[in-house]
């Protein structure tokens, strides 16, 4: 993305109880525009990915989280401030657990020259409630290292960009679908009405994949979701 970028200190994270075992509630996932996802378990822990700056367009994001997840430090994936709470913030590589939620974040670059351009990346598994998300962050290029192909690798949903300049482009997304087969993916990072970055809309991708709109936000069950879909703003 456009280099504006934040200092941000990733802290310690805060323990919370185990997931309901009776399984009252289904995890939920509500798409707030650009990368930016709130992933809501069956207990009630809130984590959210990549909340982004007014200057994008969007409605902020002022979920109250327990956790932020930011896959690098640009403007547009690191706007902490907004959320409500106090949520722990998770920035690098490795594994976390957070009110339930199994979290492994993997390196990746966040362009085609190992970050010469752009910098740092990082790929975020989110595994709980029987299903498990993984979101993308601004990938800018191909899957390379072992981690990278295995983390991808038959998701529950993919929460992948498209929209190219930053990131993959529309037939590399669908590249990344297709090899590693994940049950359902849901595209971000794109231009529309809210965002004018210099990046592609979804209509490639919808014909490419034949994409549905997914309601926002969308239920999470093991076995739920199938196939690619769009999401759209609820304000």
Same mark, same amino acid.
Not at 44 to 63: I, R
Not at 81 to 104: F, R
Not at 156 to 173: E, N
């Given at each position: 993305?456009?280099?504006?970028?934040?200092?941000?200190?990733?802290?310690?994270?805060?323990?919370?109880?185990?997931?309901?075992?009776?399984?009252?509630?289904?995890?939920?996932?509500?798409?707030?525009?650009?990368?930016?996802?709130?992933?809501?378990?069956?207990?009630?822990?809130?984590?959210?990915?990549?909340?982004?700056?007014?200057?994008?367009?969007?409605?902020?994001?002022?979920?109250?989280?327990?956790?932020?997840?930011?896959?690098?430090?640009?403007?547009?994936?690191?706007?902490?401030?907004?959320?409500?709470?106090?949520?722990?913030?998770?920035?690098?590589?490795?594994?976390?657990?957070?009110?339930?939620?199994?979290?492994?974040?993997?390196?990746?670059?966040?362009?085609?020259?190992?970050?010469?351009?752009?910098?740092?990346?990082?790929?975020?598994?989110?595994?709980?409630? &029987?299903?498990?998300?993984?979101?993308?962050?601004?990938?800018?290029?191909?899957?390379?290292?072992?981690?990278?192909?295995?983390?991808?690798?038959?998701?529950?949903?993919?929460?992948?960009?498209?929209?190219?300049?930053?990131?993959?482009?529309?037939?590399?997304?669908?590249?990344?679908?297709?090899?590693?087969?994940?049950?359902?993916?849901?595209?971000?990072?794109?231009?529309?009405?809210?965002?004018?970055?210099?990046?592609?809309?979804?209509?490639?991708?919808?014909?490419?994949?034949?994409?549905?709109?997914?309601?926002?936000?969308?239920?999470?069950?093991? &076995? &739920?979701?199938?196939?690619?879909?769009?999401?759209?703003?609820?304000?």
């Amino acid at each position: 993305m456009p280099q504006k970028t934040r200092r941000r200190r990733t802290v310690c994270l805060r323990r919370r109880q185990p997931p309901d075992p009776k399984g009252a509630n289904a995890m939920k996932l509500k798409w707030h525009g650009h990368a930016c996802f709130e992933i809501t378990l069956g207990n009630g822990t809130t984590l959210v990915t990549d909340p982004f700056d007014p200057s994008v367009g969007y409605p902020l994001c002022t979920a109250k989280a327990d956790a932020a997840l930011l896959s690098h430090g640009h403007f547009d994936h690191n706007y902490v401030q907004s959320l409500a709470g106090d949520p722990a913030v998770i920035s690098a590589e490795g594994s976390y657990t957070v009110g339930g939620a199994k979290i492994t974040g993997v390196h990746s670059f966040h362009d085609p020259e190992k970050g010469a351009l752009r910098g740092e990346n990082v790929i975020f598994s989110v595994e709980a409630d &029987g299903v498990r998300i993984v979101h993308l962050g601004d990938l800018g290029h191909m899957p390379e290292t072992d981690a990278q192909k295995a983390v991808i690798r038959d998701a529950d949903v993919l929460l992948i960009p498209i929209g190219g300049t930053y990131t993959l482009t529309t037939p590399q997304a669908v590249e990344v679908i297709k090899t590693y087969a994940p049950k359902a993916a849901v595209a971000m990072h794109y231009s529309n009405a809210y965002c004018k970055f210099d990046i592609t809309g979804p209509e490639e991708f919808i014909a490419l994949t034949g994409a549905k709109p997914l309601p926002n936000p969308a239920e999470v069950v093991p &076995g &739920g979701l199938s196939g690619c879909h769009i999401m759209n703003i609820q304000e």
